[in-house]
């Protein structure tokens, strides 16, 4: 069963500034220091930030799902600024998921707005169903806030 859930989040920043920031490991770091309270832990299994990269994450307590799961960059699309991570063990995949992509996505609406478009794009099981309930926006949609903040400051 396929399914995928999005929130769109606009901002007075031109998508060039967004996709600079949301496509490299500034947004990462950002993250490391404003949003512990949602990730608690990132490491760097294997990588250097680029498509390929493997990641271990943690998330906080506070977090519906799975707390822990290894992910690994399996986009970035520069032209088209889109960017997925796929969860390849743990977390989700434990629950019945068969493919679990996070995707981020900005999407240019004049020369000083955009929009920033957070995905979560599944399949799972049908006997696993009902754990569905599981597909959670928070994190994406807190990233894409803080994002939204940070280029609004500076």
């Known amino acids: ?3 995928q859930v999005w929130h769109e989040l606009e901002l007075g920043v031109a998508a060039s ?4 920031l949301c496509s490299t490991s500034r947004l990462g770091k950002l993250i490391s220091t404003e949003l512990c309270h949602v990730i608690e832990k990132v490491n760097i299994i294997e990588g250097d ?3 390929g990269t493997v990641l271990k994450v943690k998330l906080g307590p ?3 799902g799975p707390s822990n799961f290894i992910e690994k960059l399996t986009k970035i699309d520069n032209e088209k600024r889109i960017k997925e991570m796929e969860v ?3 977390g989700y995949l434990e629950l019945g998921f068969t493919l679990y992509v996070f995707r981020t996505e900005v999407i240019e609406k004049g020369n ?3 929009i920033i478009k957070s995905s979560i794009l599944y399949d799972i ?7 569905v309930t ?4 928070q994190l994406l949609i807190e990233m894409a806030e803080l994002a939204k903040k940070h280029l609004n400051k500076n």
């Open 125 to 131: 099981k049908e006997e696993a169903a009902d754990n």
């Open 112 to 114: 000083d707005s955009s």
């Open 134 to 137: 599981f597909v959670n926006l």
């Open 49 to 51: 930030g680029g498509v």
């Open 88 to 90: 390849i063990e743990g």
């Open 62 to 64: 506070g977090i519906q």
């Open 1 to 3: 069963m396929f399914g």
């Open 17 to 20: 500034e967004v996709w600079d």
